[in-house]
Structure formats: structure tokens, C-alpha cells
């Protein structure tokens, strides 16, 4: 007889990835239609959309450990790889990223106003931070996903030996 309340369970994991998807791809949305059209010659732009970014980062983290959550849960361990794999990758990405913004930070610095100098460095912290942040996230995640999401050999059960008398 089948497990009822295991089924009912199960019939929430498509409907739990696909607001995993939105918590995702909603700010990535968000944050693209915010930066066009692409100026990626103009330096103020590069410093503002990047810094625009940091603070978009965090919903999207969200709905990937949701993403992981269901996938260890209902024993997805291919799609829980995936993730970890895209995690390291955004790791990578991101490391690029902060690079780039962190020159154009200091070539940015001599050009602002004495008075907005305070403002712009606030600014710039809280994204290299939050950009800091979300990369050990994902980096750890990613690790920790590879690790929980190895491949296995079904492991094989010994027949039950049965013992009659004495």
C-alpha cells in the first residue's frame, strides 16, 4: 500500500523549484532592465551597475539553497551537482567582477568631488563586502554541494537470513 502522506509531500517539489526559479530569476530581471542600455565604456556606469548588483545578489542565494534544499530532500543528487557546479562557477565570475570594480574603484576615487568622496567610498565598501559575502556562500555551498551529491553504488542488502529452531 503506498505511502499517502510521502506522495502528497513529493507533489510540492516542482511547485518548490519553480519558486526557487522566481526568487532567482526575478532580481537577475530586475537588475538587467535597471542597467540598460549597456555603457560598459563609461567607468561611472561600470562603478554604478556593479555596485546596483551587490545588492541584488541576495534573493537569488536564497532561492538556490531553497533549490538545494528540495533537490538533498527528494534525492535529485544529479540536479544538487549541478547546482554546486554553477555555485563555483558564479564564485569564479564574481571573483572577475569585484576585480574589475575594485580598479574601477581606484580609478574612480580621484574624480569624485571632495564632497561625495565620503558617499562613493561608503558605496564601495558595501558592495566589495556584500560581493564577498555571497561569493564565501556560494563557495561553500558549491563545496559542500560536490560532497553531498557524489555519485553512489546502490548499496546492496544482504538477504535476511532465517533462523527456524534451535
Given amino acids: 500500500m503506498p505511502n499517502r502522506r510521502f506522495e502528497g ?15 532567482v530569476l526575478t ?3 530586475d537588475f538587467a532592465t535597471s542597467v540598460l542600455p549597456l555603457r560598459v565604456s563609461n567607468i561611472e556606469w ?12 541576495l534573493t537569488p ?7 538545494i534544499l528540495i533537490a538533498g530532500w527528494s534525492g535529485h543528487e544529479k540536479f544538487q551537482r549541478v547546482i554546486a ?19 574601477d574603484i581606484l580609478q574612480l576615487r580621484s574624480a569624485v568631488q571632495a564632497e561625495a568622496k565620503t558617499a562613493f567610498e561608503g558605496a564601495a565598501i558595501k558592495a566589495v563586502a556584500k560581493y564577498l559575502c555571497v561569493m564565501f556562500a ?3 555551498l558549491g563545496l559542500k554541494g560536490l ?16 533462523v527456524i529452531g534451535t
Avoid at 542565494?61 to 533549490?67: D, E, P, S, Y
Avoid at 557524489?150 to 542488502?157: D, F, G, I, N, T
Wanted: avoid cysteine; charged fraction near 10%; charge should be positive.
Fill in 9 to 23: 509531500v513529493e507533489a510540492l517539489v516542482a511547485p518548490l523549484y519553480f519558486v526557487a526559479l522566481l526568487l
Fill in 147 to 162: 560532497s553531498a551529491s557524489r555519485w553512489r553504488e546502490p548499496v546492496k542488502r544482504q538477504a535476511a537470513a532465517v
Fill in 27 to 29: 532580481p537577475v530581471m
Fill in 85 to 103: 557546479i554553477v555555485n563555483l562557477a558564479s564564485v569564479a565570475v564574481f571573483a572577475l567582477l569585484l576585480v574589475f570594480f575594485l580598479l
Fill in 46 to 57: 561600470r562603478f554604478a551597475s556593479v555596485g546596483l548588483l551587490s545588492g541584488f545578489l
Fill in 138 to 140: 556560494l563557495g561553500w
Fill in 61 to 67: 542565494v536564497l532561492g538556490i539553497v531553497l533549490a
